[in-house]
């Protein structure tokens, strides 16, 4: 299993990022993929989480309304759209996903919001 990150940056606060997560070596289409971010002295906290379909999302409370997470099955990729991004959104933000038992965790993307 490979989970690859990108599209992190800085940006000021108000800006927008996408960021892409490519899997490999399973099979994309049948699970659950969520994105968990960390910034510095915090604990990783789950950001949003998506369903093998795409049918069914959810979003922590500081991101509600601002964040967007959608998957294409046929692509292997998971996104996160992030909307009028504040400082305290800055962290390191990972891909990941649970397979029998097992998490896995891509290498992390850094955001960070400043002026």
């Known amino acids: 299993v490979q989970l690859v990150e990108s599209g992190g940056g800085e940006v000021q606060p108000g800006g927008s990022l996408r960021l892409s997560c490519v899997a490999s070596g399973f099979t994309f289409s049948m699970f659950y993929m969520n994105w968990f971010r960390q910034a510095p002295g915090k604990e990783r906290e789950l950001v949003t989480r998506?369903?093998?379909?795409?049918?069914?999302?959810n979003y922590a409370d500081s991101v509600k309304g601002r964040f967007t997470v959608s998957r294409a099955n046929a692509k292997n990729t998971v996104y996160l759209q992030m909307n009028s991004l504040k400082p305290e959104d800055t962290a390191v933000y990972y891909c990941?996903?649970?397979?029998?038992?097992?998490?896995?965790w891509g290498q992390g993307t850094q955001v960070t919001v400043s002026s």
């Open positions: 998506i369903a093998s379909s795409g049918a069914s999302t």
């Open positions: 990941h996903t649970y397979i029998r038992g097992r998490n896995f």
